[in-house]
Every structure is written in structure tokens, then in C-alpha cells.
């Protein structure tokens, strides 16, 4: 079994920063793709930012060029860092990890975690 730990998440005031963690243990033989997904209250999950094995990235439009996800594949770890944050981003973060395991290609998801942008 696969266990994600989400870390980082808070209140924020609009414009501020904040850097959320995902660390992923437990019996895989490799982690592939990597990402963080939210959800706002009464709306459907949304894919943020995803970032494969060999570090491409992808990005919803509505946070392009204020979100970076990376990943350290030593600590089988990923980071989204969220810059100038809006109202509007308030949300459970989710991470998600794409791994092989024993039992072939399996997803995983954390927790959430919760990020609130407000003044």
C-alpha cells in the first residue's frame, strides 16, 4: 500500500504564498506522474498542475505563471509552490501520485489539505 502525506496548507491573504508537500511511502517500485488537484465547495475536483517522471509539467490555465509544481524523486516528494494567490483559489489540495506497484499501475490520492485566500 501507498501512503501520501500532505503538508502546507493554511490561511493566506490575497496576494501571499504558500508551498504545499506531498510525500509518498510505502510499496511501489516507482512513482511515474505526480500532481495536485482541488476542490472548492460546490464545485467538481479540477486538475492544478502536473508534473510526469521526467519533470514536464502541465498547468490549468488559471494558474499558469503563478503556480510551479516540482518533484525530488530521492524523498519521492512533490511541491506545489503558489504564488500571488486569489480568493478564488481557496480549496481542499489533493495530491495525487500515479505509481507501479505489486499490483500493477495504481492511483493514489492524500488527504487534502486546506488553502484559504482571504483578507
Known amino acids: 500500500q501507498v501512503q501520501l502525506v500532505e503538508s502546507g496548507g493554511g490561511l493566506v491573504q490575497p496576494g501571499g504564498s504558500l508551498r504545499l508537500s506531498c510525500a509518498a511511502s510505502?510499496?511501489?517500485?516507482?512513482?511515474?506522474?505526480m500532481g495536485w488537484y482541488r476542490q472548492a465547495p460546490g464545485k467538481q475536483r479540477e486538475l492544478v498542475a502536473i508534473?510526469?517522471?521526467?519533470?514536464?509539467?502541465n498547468y490549468a490555465d488559471s494558474v499558469k505563471d503563478r503556480f510551479t509544481i516540482s518533484r525530488d524523486n530521492a524523498k519521492n516528494t512533490v511541491y506545489l509552490q503558489m504564488n500571488s494567490l486569489k480568493p478564488e483559489d481557496t480549496a481542499v489540495f489533493y495530491c495525487?501520485?500515479?505509481?507501479?506497484?505489486?499490483?500493477?499501475?495504481?492511483?493514489?490520492w492524500g488527504q487534502g489539505t486546506q488553502v484559504t485566500v482571504s483578507s
Open positions: 508534473i510526469t517522471s521526467g519533470g514536464r509539467t
Open positions: 495525487n501520485v500515479d505509481a507501479t506497484t505489486r499490483q500493477g499501475i495504481r492511483v493514489f
Open positions: 510505502g510499496s511501489m517500485f516507482s512513482i511515474n506522474a
